[in-house]
């Protein structure tokens, strides 16, 4: 991955990120999730959730 070192900020961004998307999964959630990157780093996370499947 272009020789960055493990960042434990960026990593626990990720973590959480992770955690998001299997949340949205297992809840039968509609929306979307965008990950703003910026400088090898995680800027931002925002989600839309429109609905979840059966509403």
Same mark, same amino acid.
């Given at each position: 991955?272009?020789? &960055? #070192?493990?960042?434990?900020?960026?990593?626990?961004?990720?973590?959480?990120v992770i955690v998001l998307i299997?949340?949205?999964?297992?809840?039968?959630?509609?929306? @979307?999730?965008?990950?703003? #990157?910026?400088?090898?780093?995680?800027?931002?996370? @925002?989600?839309?959730?429109? #609905?979840? &499947?059966?509403?």
């Amino acid at each position: 991955m272009g020789g &960055l #070192m493990p960042n434990p900020e960026i990593e626990k961004k990720i973590l959480e990120v992770i955690v998001l998307i299997r949340a949205f999964l297992s809840d039968g959630k509609v929306g @979307n999730i965008q990950v703003n #990157m910026f400088k090898g780093g995680i800027s931002s996370v @925002n989600v839309n959730q429109t #609905m979840k &499947l059966g509403e």
